[in-house]
């Protein structure tokens, strides 16, 4: 079943060009699907159009069944679509717990158990409840963000670069995280420049270049194909 139609969307930034131009991807319910290619390709715009936080030019955006192409991101929010930005997407003066607390702003009277269940989630969420967010290692912070994420209880998760920065281990450690979630049955959307490692726990991956769809396919055919890896996996 399809949860998320994109199809044939156009968007840019501003008065200036196209960045998208007609770029489609689907999200099957329980699948992980990640988008690479090269830099400037329009990845992360396209996870931000999803998000809505980059308006719809042409095309459509259908979640759930239902068209959401006109709904701003706190509409897009309502409707089960949580995104978890690359960067500044923790409060770091704020501690743990708050960074938690605030990202059930929906549904304020479950904030507190959900929170519960996020410690059970991530231990070490519950180790750091009291430390300040900019205290944690890149690799802990990438958890509190995506943990902050599930704190509106979404339908589905958009994660950009989510392991950007980080060491090699840090990076496999969130890797496993996210495919813990997915068993679960938690739909991911992401960007990653780690494209082997991304495509390899991917049920599909899409390529995107130039703002257009240039490939698409199971995730670790794509990983492994000859005309792909060179050029966008290094090699
Ligand atoms: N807020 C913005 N205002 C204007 N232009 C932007 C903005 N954000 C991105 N762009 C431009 O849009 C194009 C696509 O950027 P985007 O971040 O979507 O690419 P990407 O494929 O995710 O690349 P990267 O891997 O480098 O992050 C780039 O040329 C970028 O400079």
Same mark, same amino acid.
């Given at each position: 079943?399809?949860? +998320?139609?994109? *199809? !044939? ?28 290619? $090269? ?7 396209? %996870?931000? %159009?999803?998000?809505? %936080? ?34 500044? /997407? ?32 991530? $231990?070490?969420?519950?180790? !750091?409840?009291?430390? %300040? ?10 958890? #509190? *963000?995506?943990?902050?994420? #599930? ?17 090699? !281990? ?42 257009? /769809? ?6 670790? *055919? ?7 890896? $060179?050029?966008? +996996?290094?090699?």
């Amino acid at each position: 079943m399809t949860i +998320l139609d994109v *199809a !044939k969307v156009v968007a840019g930034y501003g008065a200036a060009e196209e960045i998208l131009k007609e770029a489609s991807i689907t999200v099957d319910a329980g699948e992980i699907v990640t988008i690479i290619g $090269p830099n400037g390709a329009g990845k992360s715009t396209l %996870l931000k %159009l999803v998000a809505g %936080l980059v308006p719809v030019r042409r095309g459509t955006v259908q979640f759930g069944g239902r068209d959401v192409t006109g709904l701003d991101a706190l509409g897009r929010s309502a409707t089960g679509i949580s995104f978890v930005p690359q960067e500044r /997407n923790v409060f770091g003066t704020l501690t743990v717990a708050d960074n938690l607390l605030i990202s059930a702003y929906h549904d304020r009277a479950k904030a507190v158990s959900r929170r519960e269940t996020m410690y059970e989630r991530y $231990p070490l969420l519950a180790e !750091k409840r009291k430390a %300040l967010a900019r205290t944690l290692s890149g690799g802990q912070r990438q958890i #509190l *963000a995506m943990a902050m994420g #599930l704190m509106s209880a979404p339908k589905m998760l958009l994660l950009d670069e989510p392991t950007a920065g980080l060491s090699p !281990k840090a990076a496999d450690a969130l890797f496993d995280a996210i495919t813990a979630l997915n068993r679960e049955g938690m739909p991911i959307l992401m960007v990653e420049q780690h494209a082997v490692e991304a495509l390899e726990i991917s049920t599909r991956g899409y390529v995107l270049v130039t703002g257009r /769809n240039a490939a698409n396919g199971p995730g670790p *055919a794509l990983a492994a194909d000859p005309e792909i890896r $060179p050029l966008f +996996l290094g090699g």
